[in-house]
């Protein structure tokens, strides 16, 4: 694919660019030069993102491990240790708890590690599709890919091998852990049924179109997760790499961006509303995805449509959120709905501040010359959208460079 755009063409007019570099301060007082004034910076980028794109996100929180179960304690003939987790989720709304409710979380440890660095993954399906035929309890109620093993056979063949199942005998030999939980089980990916369980997090938050929407919720929930990680003694000298492919690729970056004990993200095919600009945008549009998902962000955000250039901000800057961490973006040539260049081109504009943090971001001139070293690593190979064959060994090729 051919790199259609570069940053710096991004307003050919020479009006000034209606896609602010990310180094510029929101209020108009110049430019950003020092590491300092970027920390001084990411407020007011954090709360233009949450009122123009995400909604607010969950006041306060904390999770509590309620039950832990040894599942299996010589999973894939011995390499890893396979648990169940159940942990009570609640948001805390001027001090006051919601009411908690269940996440189940799976847990794979490479056998005899400790502080094994962590996969913490939002997946499509629930758990016992990451985990098969490993004895996880299966929850009532639908995800995507409840049923019989049928419909996990079709999302293989429409969205890729590993949609349902990531290689797990290659994570745990090369020393991965992974914690993996359906996002569903708190906030389900269907704009009715997600209300009341958004409207439970956000309660206390004024209804101003800048509630938050499912995307904001499922970023919120991998902070969970990493709460009950760090008490867990195995896990506390791990760095936690959060996971997400797609809608939920989004919401590992809106959670790593907000929740810096967070390591680094892989965010693979997140596209619009993740990794990819809404300014000069090829693929899905504000207006189509907020018209298809309604509930996935605020209010506010559809009223963008048609508009982009009138956004304060960016998805450059929730890239930027995220340095000087190490971030992966994953791509596929055909998946032009996701927006490869798009993504490419926030990497870019992203960029100066790993440099100003004294990091190298991206290293590579073109969407080809991947370099898993590099801080922001951009991927993409042929195909189209879904997590294939290529991707996992990208994925931990990446991970081995910065975490192992
Ligand atoms: C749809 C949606 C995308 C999303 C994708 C996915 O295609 O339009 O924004 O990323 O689903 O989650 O697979």
Redesign the pocket.
């Known amino acids: 694919m051919r790199l259609t755009m570069a940053w710096a063409e991004l307003d050919p007019s020479g009006r000034p660019s209606a896609t602010p570099p990310v180094l510029s301060a929101l209020d108009g007082s110049g430019t950003v030069q020092s590491a300092a004034a970027w920390q001084d910076q990411r407020p007011a980028i954090r709360q233009a993102l949450e009122e123009t794109v995400y909604g607010t996100m969950p006041p306060g929180g904390e999770a509590r491990l309620v039950e832990r179960r040894v599942v299996d304690d010589a999973y894939l003939d011995g390499l890893a240790v396979l648990e169940d987790w159940d942990i009570a989720v609640t948001a805390i709304h001027h001090g006051q708890a919601s009411a908690p409710a269940l996440l189940r979380m799976a847990v794979m440890i490479p056998a005899g590690q400790m502080d094994a660095p962590v996969i913490l993954m939002e997946t ?1 399906c629930r758990n016992h599709n990451t985990f098969p035929d490993a004895g996880l309890s299966r929850p009532e109620g639908e995800g995507m890919c409840d049923g019989d093993g049928v419909v996990s056979g079709i999302m293989g063949y429409v ?1 890729g091998r590993y949609i349902t199942t990531p290689p797990l005998e290659e994570i745990a030999r090369r020393g991965y852990a992974i914690a993996a939980f359906h996002p569903g089980d708190i906030v389900p990916d269907d704009a009715a049924r997600a209300q009341a369980a958004l409207d439970e997090i956000a309660a206390g938050l004024p209804d101003d179109g800048a509630r938050p929407g499912a995307i904001a919720a499922w970023g919120w929930l991998f902070s969970r997760a990493v709460d009950v990680l760090e008490a867990d003694d195995r896990f506390s000298g791990s760095d936690i790499i959060s996971w997400g ?6 919401a590992a970056l809106v959670g790593t961006a907000w929740d810096e004990r967070i390591d680094g993200v892989i965010a693979h ?6 990794a990819a600009l809404n300014k000069a945008k090829r693929g ?1 549009s504000v207006g ?2 907020t018209r ?2 309604p509930h996935w962000f605020a209010g506010n955000y559809a009223a963008y449509a048609g508009r982009e250039d009138a956004l304060p901000v960016d998805q450059h800057h929730l890239l930027a959120l995220i340095a000087p961490r190490p971030v992966f973006l994953g791509n596929a040539r055909r998946d032009v ?2 927006d490869p260049s798009g993504t490419f081109i926030a990497a870019q504009g992203a960029d100066p501040v790993w440099e100003l943090l004294g990091r190298q971001g991206l290293d590579q001139e073109t969407l080809a010359s991947f370099d898993p070293q590099a801080d922001i690593s951009f991927f993409i190979r042929p195909g189209t ?1 879904g997590i294939t064959e290529e991707d996992w060994p990208a994925f931990l090729d990446f991970l081995d460079a910065h975490f192992r």
Do not use: A
């Open positions: 499509f969205f492919h797609s809608r939920y690729g989004k095919q997140s596209g619009t509303g993740g899905e189509e995805i298809s998902y709905w996701s959208h």
